[in-house]
């Protein structure tokens, strides 16, 4: 069941979600607003013709701390970012990260494929922002860019996010990461 404004509140004063900061203004009557964070991961197109995903990555991209001026976003171009606001759930709920509609309207979408927050993981979840306008899109720090909801799961989980054997490669992130997709190639 996806929590409600009321719920939402309950659960963070519960301690059962993380939204920090926390401002009354951004709560939705069943989703939380959230804020572009100031780093981006951008493609090193000038050193890398290749990826390949079973080879370690940290060369394929660059960071860029954005300023009060903005990034512009070109026409399928893919960058990486954060949510400004640290974000976790407990072992019993799980959360997912929606773009906002006004700006899907003009052609950006804030997520490929990845958004979900899995049970027991806190984090400044990943942008993977990608331009489908014919226009360039300009974005800036501390803009909202996106909405989260959190559900609560049918039971606590076994196994929550982190646990031995999971392999996971983002747990706490609270820096922009690269794809770690090599790992799952390593013994």
Do not use: W
């Amino acid at each position: 069941m996806v929590l409600s404004d009321k719920g939402i509140k309950k659960a963070l004063k519960a301690g059962e979600i993380t939204l920090d900061p926390f401002n009354e203004e951004d709560l939705q009557p069943a989703s939380y607003d959230l804020h572009m964070d100031e780093n981006l991961l951008l493609f090193d197109r000038g050193n890398n013709s290749l990826i390949d995903i079973q080879e370690p990555m940290e060369d394929l991209m660059v960071e860029h701390k954005m300023n009060e001026g903005g990034y512009i976003l070109h026409p399928k171009e893919f960058v990486l970012g954060n949510i400004k606001e640290i974000t976790g759930v407990d072992e019993k709920h799980v959360a997912f990260l929606h773009g906002k509609s006004s700006l899907a309207r003009i052609g950006l979408l804030i997520h490929a494929t990845a958004g979900l927050l899995d049970p027991g993981n806190t984090m400044r979840l990943t942008l993977e922002m990608y331009n489908l306008s014919p226009l360039p899109i300009k974005l800036y720090p501390d803009m909202k860019i996106g909405q989260i909801t959190f559900e609560r799961i049918s039971d606590v989980c076994e196994r929550p996010y982190g646990s031995k054997g999971l392999n996971s490669k983002y747990k706490g992130d609270m820096k922009v990461q690269g794809s770690k997709m090599y790992k799952n190639y390593v013994d």
